[in-house]
């Protein structure tokens, strides 16, 4: 049996995942969260083979919280959940340690599916995002935000949705003077001079929702 964590901040959401994984025979839903706090109470408990996670977590995000499952449940797969699209944002899951990546598009089947393929030890990945992996490898010239830390890409997209520091500084739990380090160090990788041209950068590349 499948033991699945759920972890989405939207009930509605969980409540038709639920739905979809209890119609199987071999998989059960083990619990749902809401936030990155309460995956990490729930796994201290008790433990769980695939972890079915939203990147928009209130707080910490899901690319965040895939950081300390590698550390605090190992054995657990990740398949990553998302409205964003696949071509932004697959590929650097993947490489952040995820099992797999599907959007919340897609249908109930393919949800069935990539749980299983993960839990046995394959990567799930549609063929749009094998494509894009086996590009990632070839090219030699990256996109400027390609290169940017796990925290500097949040960073990007959380300015790109109109965030002022002061909500940023909230919302990943740092100081006013360590997010603005953290802008300063970004507007110099991404060779920008203003927050409005991080903001249409964003939005141009797909970014943010």
Known sequence: MIRTLIVDDHA???AGFRKIIEAEIDIRVAGECGNAAEVLRFLRAQEC????LDLDLPGKSGLELLADLQNLAPAAKVLVQSFHPEEQYA???LKAGASGYIT???AADELVKAIREVYHGG???SRKVAQLLAFDLEKTEKLPHEGLS???FQLLRLIGSGKTVG???EILSLSINTVNTYRKRLLEKMKMKSNAELMYYAIKHDLVT
Do not use: F, G, P, Q
């Open 12 to 14: 509605l959401v969980r």
């Open 167 to 169: 909500e940023i500084s």
């Open 91 to 93: 590929v650097r899951m």
């Open 49 to 52: 083979d695939v972890v079915v």
């Open 123 to 125: 990567k799930y990945v």
């Open 150 to 152: 796990d925290r500097e």
């Open 104 to 106: 919340k598009e897609a």
